[in-house]
Structure formats: C-alpha cells, structure tokens
C-alpha cells in the first residue's frame, strides 16, 4: 500500500505564494513518475504538473507554467509544489498522486495509481 500525505495549503492573497509537499510511504518513491492535480466543486480533477522519476522531466498546464515548480527530493520521498504569483482561479483542492509511468504530455487521472487525500488551496482577491 503506498500513502500520500499532502500538506502546504492554506488561504493565500492574490499574487502570494504557497508551497505544497506531498510525501510517500509503502513503496519505493523513486520507481514513480508524480503528478499534482487540483479539482472545484462540480468540476473535474484537472492536471498541473508532472515530474519523472529523476526530476529531469517535467510538464505543466498551460494556466500554471511559468508560475508554478514542480520538483521532488527522492531521499526524503517527498514532491513539491512552488506556487508563485497566485490568482483566485488556482483556488481548488490539491492532489498529490503517483504513476508507474510518466507521460510527456501530461497526466491524465486515470494514469495514477495512488492518490493523497488532498490539501486546500484559496486565494482571496
């Protein structure tokens, strides 16, 4: 069984920042490609950001790229989210959830094979 524990949301202005951090346990992290999704009520779980096992590959939306780093540390099982320059429109659950695979192009939900439960992200205008 592999756990997913996210952490870092809170409520934020507009044009702060916040950090996310996911950390895994059960498996080996590093064998995982890493994705953050965020979803809004009555809304689909919508893809953000990816990195492959080594950190050397990522990919983002269009909405968040340039804002938005995504990086992990394979010692301490945790990946991360740098959210920067933050607008109302990123307000939504985050989550954390890991792939056997990485994809070039972007995550879809159903490539993921483990999901954390989510951490809350509001960013007041």
């Known amino acids: 069984q592999v756990l997913l524990v996210e952490s870092g949301g809170g409520l934020v202005q507009a044009g702060g920042s916040l950090r996310l951090s996911c950390t895994v346990s059960?498996?080996?992290?590093?064998?995982?490609?890493m994705g953050w999704f965020r979803q809004t009520p009555g809304k689909e779980r919508e893809f953000v950001a990816a990195?492959?096992?080594?950190?050397?590959?990522?990919v983002y939306t269009v909405s968040v790229k340039g804002r938005f780093t995504i990086s992990r540390d394979n010692a301490k099982n945790t990946v991360y989210l740098q959210m920067n320059s933050l607008t109302p429109e990123d307000t939504a659950t985050y989550y954390c959830a890991a792939s056997l695979y990485f994809r070039q192009s972007g995550y879809r939900a159903a490539d993921m094979a483990y999901w954390g439960k989510g951490t809350l992200v509001t960013v007041s205008s």
């Open positions: 990195i492959n096992v080594s950190g050397g590959s990522t």
């Open positions: 059960g498996r080996t992290f590093s064998n995982y490609g």
